[in-house]
Each structure stands twice: as C-alpha cells, then as structure tokens.
C-alpha cells in the first residue's frame, strides 16, 4: 500500500460504485383449482311474503379449503320466488325468463327466498356449497401437472372436481390430458386455456408452448358445412378447406357426428364414432335406443332403431372423423375463428368498439372477455344504453329472436351476442370491472418485512406502500414491470406475467456494516468520518474507532474514509454473506491525531529530520488557519 501528497484542489474520490437492482422475474402460472361441494335438495313451504334463509353449512371440507359461495338451483319454475342475499349473488333465467339458478358470492352469508304471492307456495330447490383450494404452478415448456381427485380427505355427503386455468395472455397451451400410464383420459372437459376434471382419478396434464390469446376478443360462427362418411372409412377436414374472413384465425370446429341403424331387437350394433384432432372437447358421445312397435300387434316389437352420435369441439387448424360403424355417418361440422377486440382499457372499465365489418360473414358474432382473477366483471352495458348486471346465462329479446349474455358467477369471464343472422348491434359495449391490487410483499432475507421502500409501475399504474407490501393497481390484463427502492437506491426491478392472486415476494439482503478505521499502528481512529459511496448512509466513528450502519442493501460499493479533512481513504465494501452483520476494517496511514490534525507516516519522516510532531502539527494547523493551501494524503 502506498501514499502520496496531492494538493487540495487535484484530489478526487473514487468513482461512484452503485448497488445493481436484483431482476425478479414471477413467471405464467398454471392456476389449479380444487373445489370441494356439497350438495342437498330443500323443499320449503312459503306463505304469502314468506321467506326462508339459507346460509352456510357447520361442516367444511378441512383445512386448505376457503368458502367460495353457494349455487341454488330451482327444482322447477316459481314465478313468485324473489331472491335476497346479503353479498354478491349473480342470477340465471331459462328461455322463457323464469328464474332457474342463483349464484351466491363468498361474501353473502345468508340468501332469501321470498314469496311474493298471495297464496301458500312449496318451493323445491337444490343447494350446492362451494369450498376451494387453490394451487399455483410456473409453466415451463413440457410442463406436466399431476391432479389426484379427490386430493383430500373429504368428509362424508362432500365431492370434488378440479379446474386448471391458464393465463389467456400466457404463451402456453393445454396439449393433453392423460391418465398415468400416458393414454387418454375420457371423462373431461378441455380448450386451450382450460381443463375441468370432475371423475375421482389420477391425471396428467400437459403444457406446451403454444399460442396467447387476447383477453378481449370477437368470435365468430361460420356457416355450417356437411360431409359424409362412408363406413369403416375417416374424413379429414382441414384449415385449407375454410374460408376464414379477412384478420380473422381459426379457433377450432364444432363437430356434430351421427348415424342410424334399425337391428333386430337383441342384436348389438357395432362400432364408434371417434373424433381426433390437436385438441378434442367430447361435449356429449351416446347411443340412443327407440323400440319400433305398431299400436297394436299387427307390427311386433322386434325392430330397434339405433342413433349413435359424437358432439365434440375441437381446436385447432384440423379434424378426422374415424368410424368403424357399418352405416354411413352424417358430419356437420361449424367453423369457429376469432380476432382481437377493439378494446380500451380504463381504471374501472372496458371499452370494447365493435364496426359494422366485425359483423360480416358470419352466423353469430361475440364479444368475449377472458380475464385474470385480479378482476371481476361487474356488468355490460351495450351501445342502446341496456345493462347487464348479477346475470349468468341469460337470454334477451332481441329483434324478433334471442340475444344471449353472460357474466360468469366468480366475474373473470363475460360474453354478449352483437349479431345473430340479421340482427346486429354496433357500436361500443362498455365492461365495468373492479380490479384488486396487485400486490408483492417485499422481505428481508433474514426475516420480517422491509420498510423504507418506494415504488413506480413501467405502464404508469397507481401504487401504494404501506408495511413492506408494494400494491399496484392494475386495470389491463397484460404482465406488469415494478421498479422498486430501497431508501431511495434501486434495489428490485419486478416483472409479474400472471395477474393472480398468488404469493409474489421479493426477498432483499438488508444488512448491518461495521465500519472500523484503524491507523498505520493498528490504533483505533476515533471521530473519522465515513460514508458509502451510492448509499444513504454516513457516520463518524466512536472511541474505538467503529460506526455502525444500520438497514444497508446488499451490494458492492465504496467507503469514504476522511480523517481531519486532511486524510483520504477509500475501500471496497461487499455487503453480502450469511450473516446480517458485515464488518469492514479501513486502514489509514495515520500514526496519531494531535490536537485534532492527523499526522501520518510520511509527516513522521519529517519529524525524524528535526521537526517535533506536536510543532508540525502546529504549523499545519497555522496553514489552515489562514486558508493556505496544505498538502493532504490519499490513499492510493
């Protein structure tokens, strides 16, 4: 180590050294949904403006299990029956406008049926309970998701499906969905962002990388197409075969499958109906059975008409029929393609612009939002100003026909028809949606959360922090960057992909530095002064020649040593390592302090030459004195 004297005005301390923020990527999760029910039939006798409360059971499923709600199902039509619930409840009505279902929010701990008739009614209903448990998978190219059914143990009367849903923007699709030893499962319900498994049993689940898709979008029936299938023989229909209007991509194909055969009474009819492509929703798959017979015996009973049938939805570019039945099989297969919305998104809401050219070509046009479970749809207004609020599956008069509408019960989903055959409604349908806070607890590494931290969101979001929790609140269904800072020093730049409600925390190394200044004799300094260079903290260091800095971010900076504002040093600092106390000892060429001036090595040479330190101390002090440039010492 060497020193050397340097005028005043040349000196320069060491360039700056900043921490480097930490990159924290929280990526596209797979979203498992464990739904424990319980389901019991009510019948209850109501007088006129009587009511009867349904609330919660005693019994839950266990532990892990939150209370999601309850689906009242009506056991036939009652006109007179009104509902009333304390919290969020969402309703559905059949074709003819009677009510058929109430979807009761988690928040509602009672539910009312009244009876507004004048006379005595018996009302039979179907209650199920709801209790979830969510899990939250990263999604990686070849990711596979093992789901037992039921996953728990349940307690009797309860049953269990599981749901696993995909981030709509996420860059992941669904592929497959197996039993464990690699065949297809059957009893399932699947697309390219969903699977829903309601058969106890094991199952594998396959992700791949696959294409995004918008959370708001149009979608669009074709006209129905029909082919023929000889027998024992396939028919393939692809892409290429469809005329896919202009901006628009083929989602997939509903396919309708069937044929018919009469055998005589005790004979089977052989063979199936398969349908197969890149991915196959099976809707319905039967043989249905009718006995041919003459009022009286003129004609025995000894003809059986057989109608076997495949209704499935596949998506993708391509389908085949495969069939070993023995008569020809009828195919009407439809279309189905989609395009991004014109959507503009707002604090509170959507704004969906639909041009007469989105309604072209097509039997039925769709708007449809696909969201995260930070939000939930409240209602749809549509461009002639009618709203529609807490209704799932619903079904309007409209221009001589039927407009269908729908805001799912947990308000992640919603759709609305804007044209069907010849009735069409332009113009912009406004969405309006309660958005939750995205929230990223930020932690220190050896425990309890960090204060003193501050926060911006990249797209210019709201954010608040209060108790080491960074909220940002976010209203477009797209990945949200965070920078956040720590005592003003950039300490965690955040990228969140899935907008869930799962565990987003951010650990930071906040550490203690003990900053010890001893001289060329090992002697303690007291009274230097020391800083970090790139971070806030300063200090003068006691008798024994420490200071202590309390709360310092991991990181690789510089200390700023100054001894009597004549001596310089600087040292490396590594703030990192195991243990929360970090200690660095600082080195200076200071062989003692007289009368407040530090008085280094090289000044000891002097002395040797005849100069007593106390007098060079006093002429240095002189020199300062009268604001005379003297020579100072950097380490070097």
């Known amino acids: 180590m060497r020193f050397k004297l340097l005028p005043i005005a040349l000196i320069g301390l060491a360039a700056l050294v900043l921490a480097a923020p930490v990159n924290v990527v929280f990526p596209y999760n797979a979203q498992i949904e464990y739904l424990a029910y319980k389901t019991v039939t009510l019948t209850v006798q109501l007088g006129p403006g009587g009511t009867y409360t349904i609330s919660p059971p005693a019994v839950t499923p266990g532990s892990g299990f939150a209370y999601n709600g309850m689906v009242i199902q009506f ?4 006109p007179s029956i009104q509902v009333a619930a304390n919290g969020f409840f969402s309703r559905s009505y059949n074709a003819e406008g009677f009510l058929q279902a109430v979807y009761v929010g988690p928040d509602a701990s009672k539910v009312m049926l009244i009876n507004t008739a004048n006379a005595n009614i018996q009302v039979q209903v179907q209650v199920t309970y709801q209790f979830v448990q969510d899990q939250y998978v990263p999604l990686a190219n070849g990711t596979v998701l093992a789901v037992e059914l039921p996953n728990a143990k349940l307690p009797q009367g309860f049953s269990e499906s ?13 592929t497959s969905v197996e039993l464990p030893d690699g065949t297809p499962a059957s009893a399932y319900r699947v697309e390219p962002k969903v699977v829903e498994l309601t ?3 094991t199952y594998k689940v396959v992700i791949s990388r696959g294409q995004p898709l918008p959370p ?4 669009k029936s074709l006209s129905p197409q029909t082919a023929t299938v000889a027998p024992n023989s396939q028919l393939t229909v692809s892409g290429s075969q469809i005329s896919v209007p202009q901006g628009w991509q083929l989602l997939g194909y509903v396919v309708f499958a069937y044929t018919g055969n009469v055998v005589l009474i005790g004979q089977s009819s052989q063979g199936q109906i398969s349908v197969s492509g890149g991915l196959v929703d099976i809707v319905n798959n039967n043989t249905l059975s009718f006995v041919i017979r003459s009022v009286s015996y003129l004609i025995p009973p000894l003809w059986e008409a057989k109608l076997s049938y495949t209704i499935a939805i596949v998506y993708g570019d391509s389908f085949t029929i495969t069939s070993t039945m023995n008569s020809p099989v009828n195919v009407v297969y439809i279309p189905v393609v989609y395009k991004p919305a014109q959507v503009t998104w707002l604090p509170d809401r959507a704004l969906v612009n639909v041009t007469q050219d989105d309604l072209q070509d097509g039997v039925w046009t769709a708007v449809v939002l696909e969201l ?4 939930k749809i409240i209602s749809i207004k549509t461009p002639g100003n009618a709203v529609i609020t807490n209704a799932t599956d619903v079904q309007l008069v409209w221009g001589g026909g039927i407009r269908m509408a729908s805001i799912s019960p947990d308000g992640h989903e919603a759709y609305i028809v804007v044209q069907e055959g010849d009735t069409a409604e332009p113009g912009v349908y406004t969405f309006m949606i309660n958005w939750e806070p995205l929230a990223i607890t930020v932690a220190n590494k050896f425990g309890g959360t960090v204060g003193d931290i501050s926060a911006n969101a990249v797209q210019g979001y709201n954010v608040a922090v209060s108790n080491g929790v960074v909220n940002v609140y976010v ?32 650990q930071l190394g906040i550490y203690n530095v003990k900053v010890v200044v001893v001289g060329a004799l090992n002697q303690p300094i007291p009274n230097a002064q020391v800083s970090i260079n790139g971070f806030p903290a300063s200090g003068t260091t006691d008798s024994s020649g420490s200071v202590l800095f309390a709360g310092v971010l991991e990181g690789n900076y510089t200390v700023v040593v100054n ?4 001596v310089h040093v600087t040292s490396a600092l590594a703030v990192a390592g195991p243990s929360q106390t970090v200690t660095l000892v600082v080195k200076t060429p200071v062989v003692a302090i007289i009368d407040g001036v530090p008085i280094t090595i090289t000044d000891a040479a002097a002395a040797a030459g005849g100069v007593s330190a106390a007098g060079l101390a006093l002429a240095l002090r002189r020199m300062v004195s009268k604001d005379e440039a003297i020579a100072e010492v950097e380490q070097v």
């Open 162 to 174: 599981a749901t696993i849903r995909l981030d709509p923007n996420a860059p992941y699709v669904i």
């Open 475 to 506: 209203y477009k269904p797209e990945p949200v960057e965070v920078q956040i800072a720590y005592k003003g020093v950039p300490a965690a730049d955040v990228l969140v992909q899935s907008l869930d409600l799962s565990q987003h925390v951010v």
């Open 563 to 566: 001894v009597g504002n004549r």
């Open 199 to 201: 058969q106890p049993g």
């Open 372 to 375: 995260p479970s930070l939000a």
């Open 216 to 219: 708001a979008l149009l979608v």
């Open 75 to 78: 056991q036939g039509v009652y």
